[in-house]
């Protein structure tokens, strides 16, 4: 699988206690072990490490193909159709877009994904009530192939528009995907963005230390 290039744990700041541990640990090989084609065919196309991915869908979903959110949210990574349609024109913006991704997300779009590759704007920008153009449908979020891959895919925009002076910001990654494409994290160490966070949405302050902190479910992984 892919590696990470920050250390891990990356703060020592604990959301799971020691006792959490065994129960987190099965969970996660529980998930692994369903979902595994996926998260490696997703791995291997984004080059999103696969404990990134599975630490995502541990925390977003607890591995439930169908769960919905209040906001819309759906399965097991919780993107919006609205997210989902925005990454595929964000990867292609990006220079990303495999050949194989584009094979994965016609299988479940089929001409429908002429729709993202031909977007001039990201629809985030337009009030949501007010637009209808995404290709993207609910149903299609909860097909755990798809849902994986559009999630691995996002993970990777991120992950590269996170590449700083001293290395990746996992971190401020991380912020992006629980709060929203736009959030802007601020400046400074990982512990000074966890303080600022901290103060404006403790939700998104447990969503690092889940994955990146001391007993998190990265460092839990690598100590399977």
Same mark, same amino acid.
């Given at each position: 699988?892919?590696? $990470?290039?920050?250390?891990?744990?990356?703060?020592?700041?604990?959301?799971?206690?020691?006792?959490?541990?065994?129960?987190?640990?099965?969970?996660?090989?529980?998930?692994?072990?369903?979902?595994?084609?996926?998260?490696?065919?997703?791995?291997?196309?984004?080059?999103?490490?696969?404990?990134?991915?599975?630490?995502?869908?541990?925390? #977003?979903?607890?591995?439930?193909?169908?769960?919905?959110?209040?906001?819309?949210?759906?399965?097991?990574?919780?993107?919006?159709?609205?997210?989902?349609?925005?990454?595929?024109?964000?990867?292609?913006? %990006?220079?990303?877009?495999?050949?194989?991704?584009? %094979?994965?997300?016609?299988?479940?779009?089929?001409?429908?994904?002429?729709?993202?590759?031909?977007?001039?704007? $990201?629809?985030?920008?337009?009030? #949501?009530?007010?637009?209808?153009?995404?290709?993207?449908?609910?149903?299609?979020? $909860?097909? %755990?192939?798809?849902?994986?891959?559009?999630?691995?895919?996002?993970?990777?925009?991120?992950?590269?528009?996170?590449?700083?002076?001293?290395?990746?910001?996992?971190?401020? %990654?991380?912020?992006?995907?629980?709060?929203?494409?736009?959030?802007?994290?601020?400046?400074?160490?990982?512990?000074?963005?966890?303080?600022?966070?901290?103060?404006?949405?403790? #939700?998104?302050?447990?969503?690092?230390?889940?994955?990146?902190?001391?007993?998190?479910?990265?460092?839990?992984?690598?100590?399977?």
């Amino acid at each position: 699988m892919a590696t $990470l290039s920050v250390p891990i744990p990356m703060t020592p700041r604990v959301f799971y206690s020691n006792i959490a541990l065994p129960q987190n640990k099965a969970k996660l090989a529980q998930i692994a072990k369903k979902y595994y084609k996926e998260i490696k065919q997703a791995e291997t196309l984004t080059n999103v490490p696969g404990a990134l991915i599975l630490s995502i869908i541990f925390t #977003e979903s607890a591995g439930n193909p169908s769960v919905v959110s209040y906001v819309g949210a759906a399965g097991l990574m919780q993107l919006k159709p609205q997210t989902a349609n925005d990454v595929i024109y964000l990867e292609k913006k %990006a220079g990303r877009l495999t050949p194989g991704e584009i %094979a994965v997300i016609k299988k479940y779009l089929g001409n429908r994904i002429n729709g993202p590759l031909n977007q001039s704007f $990201l629809s985030h920008k337009i009030r #949501e009530n007010n637009y209808s153009g995404n290709s993207v449908t609910q149903t299609d979020m $909860l097909n %755990a192939e798809f849902n994986i891959l559009m999630g691995a895919m996002y993970l990777g925009i991120l992950i590269d528009q996170h590449h700083e002076v001293g290395g990746l910001r996992l971190d401020k %990654a991380l912020l992006r995907y629980a709060r929203g494409y736009f959030f802007k994290p601020a400046a400074g160490s990982v512990e000074q963005v966890l303080d600022q966070v901290k103060g404006k949405s403790t #939700e998104a302050y447990s969503y690092v230390i889940k994955i990146l902190g001391k007993n998190g479910l990265l460092e839990t992984q690598a100590l399977v």
